[in-house]
């Protein structure tokens, strides 16, 4: 995606002001990899066995789980944490979907102590091989894909920011949930919109 500049300066102007809240939401939203109180815990657990519990407790809550894959360096990934903090957006969200915070990619080693072994396999069994962040999957109780963020040509949408990618947007949520409403699906997308363009 091509980011004009401005945009692109008033997102990260953004995001550098939020970075402590956004990096909180760890626990908030299941994000294992993020919510290491315990080193040693993390090092216990796979990515794989982590998803098979998140998968589990996605089943038991009657929701559809939402892979997240996410590097802590990466501000589009950091507008996905301020999404589900949006007032409007977030109550949608949550009420349809369990989220599972796959940390990947991370540079500074106290982050790469966070990652799940495994991390990497899992991304790119979804992503198809892609590498770019932020991505992400809607997993039915099986763990098989419903939907991703790789539009009908093989690219990751990562944060939309066109009609075109904000309507594959819609269009993944509305197969990874089919109990969304038309009216939800439009919040959600408005909220998203409001965050990429911070001063509108």
Known sequence: ?????????????????????????????????????????????????????????????????????????????????????????????????????????????????????GAMSVFKRYSGGGETVPFFAFLDKEGTALSTSNNPRGQNIGYPGTDEELDWYDAMFAKAAPKMTKAEIATVRAATVRLYHPKD
Request: glycine content about 6%; charged content about 20%.
């Open 1 to 117: 995606m091509v980011w004009p500049a401005p945009m692109k300066t008033g997102i990260f102007e953004g995001v550098r002001n939020n970075r402590r809240r956004v990096l909180s939401l760890g626990l908030g939203l299941g994000a294992l990899t993020l919510a290491s109180g315990s080193a040693s815990a993390a090092a216990r657990a796979t990515a794989d066995e982590t998803l098979k519990a998140e998968l589990a407790a996605a089943e038991k809550d009657g929701k559809t789980l939402a892979l997240f894959v996410q590097a802590s360096w990466c501000p589009y990934c950091k507008l996905f944490g301020l999404l589900l903090k949006d007032s409007a957006a977030a109550p949608v969200l949550n009420a349809h979907f369990r989220f599972f915070w796959l940390n990947v990619r991370e540079r500074k080693p106290e982050w790469q102590k966070r990652q799940l072994p």
